[in-house]
C-alpha cells in the first residue's frame, strides 16, 4: 500500500517541478517593468525615482540625464523646459514648483519602451 501513495506523490513532485519551471519561464514577461536605482543628478537637486518598462535600467538613466540636458541647455537655466526628443523618447512633464524649488515627474516613451522618472530641482 506504501508504494500506492509512493508513485503518486513523485508524479505530484513532477508537476510541481513543471508549474514551476513554466512560472519562471513566464518571468521575462513579468520583468519588462522595473525600478531602479536613480543616477546621481547633474545639477543641483536629485533624481528621487527611476522606472522602466520594456527596456533597461542603464538605458533608463540615460534618458534621464539626457533629458536634464535637453531641459537645462541654451541658457534655460534650471526652470528651462525640454520640448524636443531625447534619444527618440517623446517626453511630457509634469511639476510642482514654488520659489525655491521644482518637484517633477516625467515619462519617456518611445514606443513601448517607457521611462519614468521625477527629480526635486533646487532654485539657488
Do not use: W
Amino acid at each position: 500500500m506504501s508504494s500506492r501513495f509512493y508513485i503518486p506523490s513523485a508524479l505530484l513532485s513532477v508537476v510541481v517541478g513543471l508549474v514551476v519551471a513554466t512560472g519562471a519561464s513566464a518571468s521575462p514577461v513579468a520583468s519588462a517593468a522595473a525600478t531602479c536605482t536613480p543616477p546621481k543628478y547633474p545639477g543641483s537637486g536629485y533624481f528621487t525615482a527611476l522606472s522602466v518598462t520594456k527596456t533597461s535600467c542603464s538605458t533608463g538613466s540615460k534618458i534621464a540625464k539626457a533629458y536634464y540636458t535637453c531641459r537645462t541647455s541654451g541658457g534655460k537655466g534650471p526652470k528651462g523646459r525640454c520640448v524636443k526628443k531625447v534619444q527618440g523618447y517623446s517626453c511630457r512633464e509634469t511639476r510642482r514648483s514654488t520659489s525655491v524649488e521644482i518637484d517633477a515627474t516625467v515619462t519617456c516613451k518611445n514606443g513601448s519602451k517607457v521611462v519614468k522618472h521625477s527629480y526635486q530641482q533646487n532654485l539657488d
